[in-house]
Nanobody
Framework: QVQLVESGGGLVQPGGSLRLSCAASGSIFSIYSMGWYRQAPGKQRELVAAITSGGRTNYGDSVKGRFTISRDNAKNTVYLEMNSLNSEDTAVYYC?????????WGQGTQVTVSS
C-alpha cells in the first residue's frame, strides 16, 4: 500500500505564492515520476507539473514560468513552488506518482486564490 501525504494548500491573495509538498511512503519499489495535477470545479483534471527520477520536468502551459517542481529522491518527496498565483489557479491539487506500472494519487489539497 502506498501513502501520499500532501501539505501546503490554503488561501492566498492574487499575486501571492504557495509551496506544496507530497511525501510518498509504503510499498514503493522505485518511483519513476512524481507530479501534481489539479482539478477546478466543472473542469477536467489537468497536469500541472511532473518530474522524473532523473530530473526531467514537464509543465502545463498555463503554469510555465510561474511554478517550479522539484523532488528529493532520498525522501520520496516532491515539491511545487507556485508564484504569481491568480484566480484561475484555484483548484484541488493532487499529488501523483508513477512507480513501476502503477499510478498512485493523493487525496488532494485545496488551493484558493482570492482577495
Amino acid at each position: 500500500q502506498v501513502q501520499l501525504v500532501e501539505s501546503g494548500g490554503g488561501l492566498v491573495q492574487p499575486g501571492g505564492s504557495l509551496r506544496l509538498s507530497c511525501a510518498a511512503s509504503g510499498s514503493i519499489f522505485s518511483i519513476y515520476s512524481m507530479g501534481w495535477y489539479r482539478q477546478a470545479p466543472g473542469k477536467q483534471r489537468e497536469l500541472v507539473a511532473a518530474i522524473t527520477s532523473g530530473g526531467r520536468t514537464n509543465y502545463g502551459d498555463s503554469v510555465k514560468g510561474r511554478f517550479t517542481i522539484s523532488r528529493d529522491n532520498a525522501k520520496n518527496t516532491v515539491y511545487l513552488e507556485m508564484n504569481s498565483l491568480n484566480s484561475e489557479d484555484t483548484a484541488v491539487y493532487y499529488c501523483n506518482i508513477v512507480h513501476g506500472d502503477i499510478q498512485s494519487w493523493g487525496q488532494g489539497t485545496q488551493v484558493t486564490v482570492s482577495s
